[in-house]
């Protein structure tokens, strides 16, 4: 009985496990996604990341 508890502690303590591996990696290619978005030469994107795009170089060039 007591193993059979302990089995099932184990079986639900894994699944919690991978649980937070897929929420993670969900989080990981939200954010990839979200870096493809801003990498494009969209104006209307919102840009998340501290790094200028390719966009706002070239946004900068041709207003200078």
Do not use: E, G, K
Request: net charge neutral; with cysteine; charged share 5%.
């Amino acid at each position: 009985m007591l193993l059979l508890l302990l089995l099932l502690l184990l079986l639900l303590l894994l699944l919690l496990l991978l649980l937070l591996l897929l929420l993670l990696l969900l989080l990981l290619l939200l954010l990839l996604l979200l870096l493809l978005l801003n990498a494009l030469p969209f104006p209307f994107l919102p840009r998340f990341h501290p790094f200028p795009s390719h966009y706002d170089q070239y946004c900068t060039c041709i207003s200078v």
